[in-house]
């Protein structure tokens, strides 16, 4: 499967475009001004304890306080609460938990009371981004995520992904990992450690050992509450996550940001830094890849699939809800049954990648077309449990109701994508009145006999409208070329999505914006 990876910079955010197969199945978006992030870890202050929920609120520091439960606080919450004390005092045998005592762990039926009081320091760490009006969910089991491993502060266990499968690959790295893991920390092997060899995993090891003694300095002069350790960039964690053999190209439109992943790729796999390509061209990186186009195609309350089958998406605060409609799907010789199989199997591929498009969390309801064989249903269920394989979301899906009703939970650790493909009527600009389609032509035909005879520019580049384009260029001769002749000046056209239909720009030979 091909993959690549394509990144957008604005000055508010970065949008960070997955595809595979020249396709987009994920669409992240990271506030530059961004809050709590998942893996974030905070020296938070104890703002409420709350009996009834048996948890507290903390105060970070952010717009929103996080919520900890006390099921949240993991049994070796009490070995964290020495620890911050003494690395707070300048006990540099924190970075390395060398001869660190284990507390006695916290009982499972306690009370936050007992454990937590208002005005308190505690450190935590974020499992769930804000979502609408609630904060950030928080835990005390703090860990640190690298590409092969996960360090696990206060324990001695070596775990191995599930998805590790050989026998022996599991018994080799889990020696390994009790061979080169220092005293007072656990480790978690990731899938992406099979096969790999001693040196990459030290390394990979060395290098969380090392954030964690950086977050243990910190907490000597850090003033709460504060963030005291922050996770990778969203660009940065999903380039760790995700890069493998299968990755192709990554392309960025900002230089610090490409420089920034270079220097990171060059520390996890020096062989694939020059996969990390700069876009240098004029038309935005969104347009040139047809991104653009595939986001407002896919987001939206109705997505349409090519055979004509189309689905409704609508999202509640509790559940997320999908209805599949057959529309004019309709394939000669085929009974009633077999269609709405096919109909149902197109949309349970569309639906795989709508969940992941979208980040949809929670509880997810889909109502396919009826179907009354049971061998029918089963094998949706079968399709739909392959299709969702490559969800790296934890989720679980449940056969077909007798109402024909699938149901789906996933993994919400942040908040669903979305995205505005409505405009503002390019006609009316919301006013309610129409002014001709042809006024704008004669508007640019103005402003380009002012910016020739006046200003005395020789070319001009206009961003119009993909529609406006082929009017200009039309015929033979065509008005571009027609006004090229008329007012002796160079004009070059380039077509944007991103344009109303009456919006259009000129800019001169520097790629300089002109106001006319």
């Known amino acids: 499967m091909n993959k690549a990876l394509v990144i957008r910079s604005t000055a508010e955010e970065v949008e960070i475009a997955l595809l595979e197969d020249k396709q987009l199945v994920e669409l992240h978006r990271e506030k530059k001004a961004a809050t709590a992030a998942v893996g ?3 020296l938070g202050k104890v703002k409420k304890i709350m009996p009834g929920l048996n948890a507290a609120f903390v105060e970070l520091g952010d717009e929103k306080d996080g919520f900890v439960h006390y099921l949240d606080l993991g049994p070796d919450y009490n070995t964290v609460n020495r620890y911050l004390r ?21 009982p499972k039926l306690g009370n936050m009371s007992d454990v937590l009081q208002q005005g308190q320091l505690v450190l935590l760490q974020v499992t769930k981004e804000p979502i609408s009006t609630k904060g950030p969910k928080l835990t005390g089991d703090l860990s640190l995520a690298g590409r092969y ?43 992406m450690a099979e096969e790999k060899s001693v040196a990459d995993l030290d390394a990979d090891l060395r290098t969380l050992c090392e954030r964690w003694g950086a977050l243990t300095d910190r907490l000597k002069t850090v003033n709460s509450p504060q963030k005291v350790l922050s996770e990778l960039s969203k660009t940065t964690a999903l380039l760790r996550d995700i890069l493998s053999d299968e990755f192709d190209e990554v392309y960025c439109d900002n230089e610090e940001l490409y420089e920034e992943m270079r220097q990171y790729i060059r520390s996890i796999a020096p062989d694939k830094e020059n996969l990390v390509k700069y876009y240098k061209m004029e038309t935005p990186i969104f347009d040139q890849f047809g991104i653009s186009r595939d986001i407002r195609r896919a987001f939206g309350r109705i997505v349409t699939i090519r055979s004509g089958v189309y689905l409704y998406v609508e999202h509640t605060e509790a559940m997320h809800v999908i209805d599949v409609n057959s529309g004019n799907h309709i394939k000669a010789g085929s009974g009633q049954e077999d269609t709405a199989l096919q109909v149902n199997m197109e949309s349970a591929k569309e639906i795989a990648r709508q969940l992941r498009l979208r980040d949809m969390g929670g509880i997810i309801i889909i109502d396919f077309v009826d179907m009354n064989k049971a061998e029918h249903r089963k094998a949706l269920f079968d399709y739909m449990t392959q299709v969702m394989a490559h969800d790296k979301a934890r989720h679980t899906i449940l056969p077909l109701s007798k109402f024909g009703l699938m149901q789906i939970t996933r993994q919400r650790v942040r908040p669903a994508v979305e995205v505005d493909v409505q405009e503002k009527c390019p006609f009316c600009d919301g006013t309610g009145t129409v002014r ?41 001769p065509s008005m571009r070329m027609r006004w090229m002749w008329k007012y002796r000046c160079r004009v070059v056209l380039k077509p944007l999505e991103r344009l109303n239909l009456l919006e259009y720009k000129f800019l001169n030979s520097a790629g300089e914006e002109i106001l006319t």
């Open 436 to 476: 001709s389609t042809l006024v704008v032509v004669d508007e640019i035909e103005q402003d380009l006999r002012y910016l020739a005879s006046t200003q005395r520019l020789r070319s001009v580049t206009i961003h119009v409208h993909p529609y406006i384009n082929a009017y200009l260029r039309h015929g033979m």
């Open 86 to 106: 003494q690395a707070m005092n300048g006990d540099r045998n924190m970075r390395t938990l060398t001869n660190m005592k284990q507390e006695e762990t916290l």
């Open 149 to 191: 491993l996960v360090l696990v502060p206060f324990g001695n266990k070596v775990s191995i992904s599930q998805k590790i499968k050989g026998n022996e690959e599991r018994s080799r790295l889990r020696r390994l990992m009790h061979s080169i893991k220092p005293e007072g920390f656990g480790v978690i092997v990731r899938t």
């Open 40 to 42: 974030d870890i905070y």
